[in-house]
């Protein structure tokens, strides 16, 4: 069946669906795709973690973790987020479990203190503004609205931001002070940026009229790749340096989806200029890390971390084919979606027809699916067609993730009959 039939046929389907999905609600489903979590099988794969220590608490430079101190970070714990970012590990601060809060470190050090030790800081400009590429990730917006940061939005292209948008934007306006990159797998498009992409970005900070500019490059998914060869990304690290604009690239990354999500370490790249403002800025709030945590990762990964993540792609890999094959199948003929293929990351981005997302969303909520919310994807969660859906089957069994995609299918369909109708 397809929208090209006269509407007494589209009707008969509308009741034909409608009763489907009333037999699935009768089942009482609590269905779960919001977020992109690790499943138990996943997590369980770091459980030797736990045997890293057995009462050896020094560390390779015979460091005794279970002390004070240390605010950049054990020298072999760095080394593990220099793997992660491709970089140097003196170039590196390993901290606690959150890249976000690291995020949320660097932006307030930017705003209210500046990054270089001079007077550069973000509130000497009125109405501090950052790029935010979209669709992209929420937990960026929500960190700009919470600091008061006007988002101006720079739209995705399959090789990354369009960063033709991006430096005409920043050029323009003294006030756009960084943009924000989420650079291989994107969330939630799954897009990797391109070589190109990626020399454009380290040249942006030369291009913006704001000479405070800073590039938050947060390569969350570096490592997770679904298939063989894993695709390869182009070093900022290296293309910052050609362009001269060092001082002005953040990256992060943690070991959230690889260990422990809510026990891992978090990771900050920078010049060592930009890292001694932040290290300051961390000696205010503490004494040093988690330094038994980093000790335990360190041990654990050493070695094998490519080996480790080809075990979360042998879990994650049957979950998003049964994605990508319930859509192929279910909206086969329909025409009224469409939805990447990622290599890797924790999701697929799904486009319906304008006008169409947030009915969706309500219609699944209804039937015991619970999605991200509508507009999550976009800064102040204004979907401006209202048409994306960010799809997170990580977290699901097969079984829950098979009917979940039957329910999501049939909200999609019925919520297209009923634009089509008009009912």
């Known amino acids: 069946m397809t929208l090209a039939q006269d509407p007494t046929a589209l009707k008969a389907l509308h009741e034909e669906l409608s009763q489907q999905l ?176 990626v020399a454009s970005m380290a040249e942006l900070p030369s291009k913006a009229a704001a000479d405070d500019f800073v590039v938050f490059w947060d390569n969350a998914y570096a490592v997770h790749d679904l298939v063989q060869p894993p695709a390869t990304l182009a070093s900022l690290a290296e293309a910052a340096t050609a362009a001269g604009n060092d001082d002005h690239i953040l990256q992060f990354a943690s070991t959230s989806k690889i260990t422990f999500a809510g026990a891992g370490l978090s990771f900050i790249a920078a010049s060592d200029l930009v890292l001694k403002q932040l290290e300051q800025q961390i000696g205010f709030s503490t004494i040093g890390p988690d330094k038994v945590n980093q000790l335990r990762h360190a041990r654990f990964l050493d070695g094998r971390l490519q080996a480790h993540m080809a075990a979360h792609a042998e879990l994650l890999r049957p979950k998003f084919d049964l994605v990508q094959q319930s859509l192929k199948e279910g909206l086969a003929g329909w025409d009224i979606a469409t939805w990447t293929v990622p290599k890797g990351g924790y999701f697929v981005s799904l486009d319906t027809q304008d006008n169409m997302a947030s009915a969706v969303i309500a219609k699944a909520k209804a039937a015991g699916l619970a999605l991200t919310a509508a507009g999550a994807t976009y800064p102040y969660g204004a979907d401006p067609n209202d048409c994306n859906v960010r799809i997170a089957p990580t977290f699901a069994s097969l079984d829950e993730l098979h009917a979940a995609m039957q329910v999501f299918l049939l909200c999609l369909k019925l919520t297209a009959l009923e634009k089509r109708l008009a009912i």
């Open 22 to 197: 009333k037999q699935q609600t009768a089942n009482r489903l609590s269905l779960d795709l919001t977020r992109g979590k690790p499943s138990a099988e996943q997590l369980s794969l770091s459980n030797a973690l736990e045997d890293q220590i057995r009462g050896d608490f020094k560390s390779r430079d015979g460091v005794d973790t279970r002390n004070y101190g240390g605010i950049r970070g054990l020298s072999e714990a760095r080394e593990l987020g220099a793997e992660l970012l491709g970089v140097d590990a003196a170039q590196v601060i390993a901290f606690g479990n959150s890249s976000l809060a690291l995020m949320h470190l660097a932006a307030t050090t930017a705003l209210n203190k500046g990054l270089w030790g001079n007077e550069r800081r973000w509130h000497n400009s009125p109405g501090v503004k950052m790029l935010t590429p979209v669709p992209g990730y929420d937990r960026h917006f929500s960190l700009c609205e919470q600091l008061g940061i006007e988002m101006v939005c720079v739209p995705m292209l399959d090789t990354g931001p369009d960063m033709a948008v991006a430096a005409n934007l920043a050029a323009a306006d003294p006030s756009i002070k960084g943009i924000w990159c989420v650079p291989k797998y994107s969330n939630p498009t799954g897009c990797i940026y391109s070589d190109a992409t």
